[in-house]
């Protein structure tokens, strides 16, 4: 069993929709980051979280340490937001380079 | 500043050649790392350095080494290539104690 767990695999929204893409993790963990990859192949880190909720333009960030859960809502989607989104965890005391990754969201969002 | 740079963006090698793989960056980070994508599967961490002269094997280190004898450069050697290690490599570099990593644009390397 994945210890990072992504869901949907896929997905395709219309321009507009409200777009929610989960994360389940099974380990403990200090830290929690959303990735986004871009078709293009480029990889930029879009939130930290540890605990509560971020948000960052559009995009929101929340996680839930006591259910290991994690989401990521993308408000009014637009075309540009299609990418791939990664989930990846950090255990306590590990060191910086120990994250471990989920396999990723494909979002196609169609004007 | 640059980044975090990654040279070849493309490699194809025969099955046995070696090369190596460069990653430098320009924002004095002490932390540096590489991992690889491959379809299906997350991203693996490989080699990972906290510092110059410091250097730690990641998941999957068998195949390749790394040095650090600068804060600026983290090279990644593959000592003989195998058709597995057909991937998509990342290096990727954080302040100390910070979690937030930033990443290179990556190579993509076949091994035919």
């Known amino acids: 069993k994945n210890e990072v767990e992504q869901s949907p695999q896929n997905l395709t929204a219309q321009e507009g929709e409200f777009i929610t893409i989960n994360c389940s993790y099974s380990?403990?963990?200090?830290?929690l980051h959303w990735l986004q990859q871009h078709p293009g192949g480029g990889i930029v880190s879009l939130f930290m979280?540890?605990?509560g909720k971020k948000k960052h333009g559009r995009l929101i960030a929340t996680i839930n340490i006591q259910e290991k859960h994690s989401s990521l809502h993308i408000t009014a989607s637009h075309p540009r937001d299609s990418a791939v989104y990664i989930c990846?965890?950090?255990?306590?005391?590990?060191?910086?380079?120990?994250?471990?990754f989920g396999k990723g969201t494909k979002l196609s969002v169609k004007p | 500043n640059a980044g975090v740079t990654q040279t070849p963006k493309f490699q194809v090698l025969k099955t046995g050649q070696s090369m190596t793989l460069q990653c430098a960056q320009d924002m004095n980070h002490e932390y540096m790392s590489w991992y690889r994508q491959d379809p299906g599967m997350g991203l693996r961490l490989i080699h990972y350095s906290v510092g110059a002269g410091i250097t730690d094997q990641g998941e999957v280190p068998n195949g390749y080494n790394v040095s650090r004898s600068t804060t600026e450069d983290f090279p990644l050697r593959l000592l003989s290539a195998a058709p597995s290690q057909t991937s998509v490599y990342f290096c990727a570099s954080s302040y100390p104690g910070s979690y937030e990593q930033y990443f290179g644009p990556g190579t993509r390397l076949t091994v035919t």
């Open positions: 990846a965890v950090r255990s306590p005391g590990g060191s910086q380079g120990n994250l471990i």
């Open positions: 380990v403990g963990i200090s830290a």
């Open positions: 979280l540890s605990s």
